[in-house]
């Protein structure tokens, strides 16, 4: 079985030392068809994720394990891992000499700071040109999870484009929709239980890097305030599961990618991972069956190890194999690959701006970011806006054309599939001439 190195969306990295740190108050197993759960002392409570998968929490997961591991009726066991702690991207301000470009399709008053609206020649990915020149389709609604570190969504240009929860009412402490989760009304916080064990329903920010995340993909439009998202059609559900330092765990991973399906979220943006995976497919697992059974296609950032090759030195989620992720490489303003991002013409499909990157930030301020993190949002808002207009395609054919229609760059070859940078109106072109045979 594959052996799998994950880097998040971090812009710098610390070795991983030793072994994994493990969870033990969880434990994956998985169970033949029509078997039963197996009694023990040690399982406190089980929850089906999907299929024959299930997550038990427990009084002592390793010992649990060895416990089921005589169990005819379990097919396998899976410990919760972490992902170990990293630091994430710093905040950067803009400086008095900053380039401000001219944007005719926004009157957003700082979006002329967000560089990758440019064209293809001038290394962006063409959001000004797409919208000067639109293709007059009635567009549809798109939802996007943002599965980070929680979003500020009262943020001035991210509550207007905020998903809310048609079945939850606010501030009443009650399971209104029956899901399982209390007010769960912009989104779940996955790292927050209540009393019951069950994750909470407010995913405020704690940390920049969600929000900011969130503005690159989708921050309102022609609103007179701060930037603009690339997409014009998008609800942004905010679901927190990457702690401030990055240490996130394959449950809270799962858990994220099987609330945002059940709820909508035809995409969803993972600017995070993790170095070793020392085997364990649940959340491979989890990204095949939200594809398959809800249409949803993942993101990932192929991560920021100074040019790591992930196709021999593994990284997660960026290089598990599954035809519903899409994984991202970050590219800079003078057109180069990012001095930090990954590569791997196996495992990373494309590339996209992720170098000094202006969005929105807590408390309504604006900043810049660098790393794969960034890139892969510039890749989803994209993706969202190519979704809005041809709302009929399934994620394996908007994977194929955004690969298809890069802008291609004869460096970039090598180092990925596709070979080139992200574009939104090449996507757009493309799907426009081709959707027929798609």
């Keep these: 079985m594959k052996r799998i190195l994950i880097i998040p969306i971090l812009f710098l990295t610390t070795a991983f030392a030793g072994s994994p740190k493990i969870d033990s108050t969880r434990l994956f ?5 029509g078997a039963n759960m197996p009694e023990s002392q040690l399982i406190l409570k089980s929850k089906h994720l999907f299929k024959e998968n299930y997550i038990l929490t427990t009084t002592d997961a390793q010992s649990l394990a060895l416990e089921l591991a005589a169990n005819r009726d379990i097919i396998s066991t899976e410990n919760n891992y972490y992902a170990d ?21 926004f009157n957003d008053p700082k979006a002329g700071r967000v560089w990758s609206f440019a064209s293809a020649a001038k290394n962006g990915v063409s959001v000004d040109k797409s919208y000067l ?3 007059g389709l009635e567009k549809e609604e ?3 999870a943002v599965v980070d570190t929680g979003v500020d969504y009262n943020h001035e240009d991210l509550k207007a484009v905020m998903w809310h929860n048609p079945g ?6 009650i ?24 994750s909470t329903g407010d995913p405020m920010a704690s940390h920049s890097h969600g929000t900011h995340v969130s503005g690159t993909i989708a921050a309102a439009q022609n609103n007179n305030v701060g930037i603009a998202g690339i997409a014009s059609n998008v609800k942004i559900m905010a679901i927190r599961a990457v ?12 858990e994220s990618y099987l609330y945002a399906a059940k709820h909508g979220a035809k995409l969803i943006n993972c600017s995070f991972g993790k170095r070793l995976n020392e085997g364990g497919m649940i959340v491979n697992e989890t990204i095949d069956h939200i594809g398959q059974d809800y249409g949803v296609l993942v993101f990932a950032a192929a991560g920021n190890d100074y040019g790591r090759n992930i196709d021999s030195d593994l990284v997660y989620p960026a290089s598990f194999q599954s035809d519903y992720l899409l994984v991202v490489a970050s590219t800079k303003k003078s057109g180069g690959l ?6 791997g013409v196996k495992n990373v499909d494309l590339a996209a701006p992720g170098s000094d990157i202006y969005s929105s930030v807590p408390g309504n301020r604006y900043a810049k970011m660098s790393g794969t993190s960034m890139a892969t949002p510039t890749s989803v808002g994209v993706a969202a806006e190519v979704l809005s207009n041809f709302p009929q395609l399934g994620p394996k054919q908007l994977k194929k054309v955004l690969m298809n229609a890069v802008t291609p760059i004869k460096k970039f070859k090598k180092k990925m599939a596709a070979g080139g940078r992200i574009d939104l109106y090449n996507s757009l072109q493309y799907t426009l001439e081709n959707y027929i045979n798609l």
Excluded: R
């Design 85 to 105: 702690a990293k630091q994430l991207p710093k905040e950067m301000h803009t400086k008095a000499n900053d380039p401000v470009m001219n944007f005719n399709a």
């Design 338 to 343: 990012s001095w930090f991002s990954n590569v």
């Design 142 to 144: 798109i939802i996007v």
């Design 29 to 33: 197993i998985k169970l033949k068809s």
């Design 175 to 198: 399971d209104d929709d029956n899901n399982g989760y209390i007010d769960d009304v912009y989104g779940i916080n996955t790292m927050d239980k209540d009393a019951n064990g069950n």
């Design 133 to 135: 020149s639109p293709l």
């Design 168 to 173: 939850e009412i606010a501030g009443n402490n």
């Design 243 to 254: 702690p401030d330092n990055a240490d996130e765990t394959d449950a809270d991973v799962v």
